[in-house]
């Protein structure tokens, strides 16, 4: 793997990251061309949405789009066009609300902007059987001293935000360079629901990211899909990573339902009962040769034990392995 590409935690104090550390590096090695180099732009730019927190899901997926701000004004032409010339109109697009078929015709032509955008769509998907990322316990305590204060959040809340917070400091970690600036915009759900807790994520941001990147980065700012303009451009870079996580989750919870969770290398058939949505989906996350790269992690619960297991998902058109 190219260094320049990626680059690794130190070893030794970063827990179960440094397993999707090393998973991240095994699948870069076996190709090259996974992740982006994103080091040469003034502004690196992320956009986060999650997935799987319905009843029935046997996975909750954390996804995020990592670009950078020189390619923004490239996708912001074509997703303006596409606005303008097909009847989705204002509609904000979505997972949950693709039954609408104005958005599920327009659909092909955002994912295919989407492709254009030079950059990495990961999802991590995280089994709901797991208990807390942080501690050795079913939920999250708020007994230790610096957690006294977030106690407000509630247990379910926070540990999705240390979840959201801890895998984006970890790409960004990855993927950035020295002085870059960094321009995180989240969906507005509970972990950013109002200003106050933008406001408190972004500290929080600052605060977890500093162990672990091994350099210093320029301006940190954070914001949700509130603060879109009106001509829903934020809204429209989240959507792309609420899309793939909805996609995913759903295909990870078909494959555990139905006890065939690919294992090693060995490839396996979809899931019978997927919805056409996530068939549509699974169909632009399989892709290869495009500009935006995709990467799919799942965290397992080993069974039998109290660790927990990672692996790289890779779709194919005939299925997936898991390695």
């Not at 902007?113 to 995280?126: F, M, R, Y």
């Not at 960004?172 to 321009?183: D, E, Y």
């Not at 989906?281 to 660790?307: D, H, N, Y």
Request: net charge positive.
């Amino acid at each position: 793997m190219h260094s320049h590409m990626w680059r690794r935690l130190p070893e030794g104090q970063f827990g179960l990251m440094n397993g999707v550390d090393d998973v991240v590096a095994r699948a870069a090695q076996r190709d090259p061309s996974l992740l982006p180099d994103l080091r040469s732009s003034q502004t690196l730019l992320a956009a986060s949405d999650y997935s799987g927190q319905q009843k029935g899901s046997c996975f909750e997926a954390y996804a995020f789009l990592f670009t950078t701000l020189d390619h923004w004004p490239h996708w912001e032409r074509r997703r303006l066009r596409l606005r303008a010339t097909t009847s989705v109109g204002k509609r904000r697009l979505g997972f949950k609300s693709l039954g609408d078929w104005r958005k599920r015709k327009a659909l092909p032509g955002f994912l295919g902007a989407a492709d254009e955008l030079p950059g990495l769509c990961v999802v991590v998907l995280v089994e709901r059987s797991i208990g807390s990322l942080f501690q050795k316990s079913p939920r999250l305590q708020f007994n230790k001293d610096e957690l006294h204060r977030y106690a407000h959040y509630g247990p379910i809340v926070f540990e999705r935000l240390l979840r959201v917070v801890h895998l984006l400091s970890f790409f960004v970690a990855g993927l950035s360079s020295p002085g870059q600036n960094l321009m995180w915009f989240t969906d507005q759900d509970d972990i950013a629901a109002n200003d106050e807790r933008v406001i408190e994520l972004t500290h929080i941001v600052g605060n977890i990211a500093s162990h672990y990147l091994q350099h210093d980065l320029g301006h940190v700012r954070c914001g949700t899909t509130a603060c879109d303009n009106g001509t829903l451009q934020i809204e429209d870079l989240v959507a792309v990573a609420d899309l793939a996580a909805g996609a995913a989750a759903e295909l990870a919870t078909r494959y555990r339902s139905q006890g065939t969770m690919p294992a090693g290398a060995v490839i396996v058939p979809e899931p019978a009962k997927l919805t056409r949505k996530t068939k549509e989906l699974l169909g632009w996350l399989c892709q290869s040769g495009v500009q935006l790269k995709r990467l799919i992690l799942i965290l397992e619960a080993a069974r039998g034990t109290t660790e927990i297991s990672v692996k790289h998902l890779q779709l194919h058109n005939i299925g997936l392995c898991g390695r």
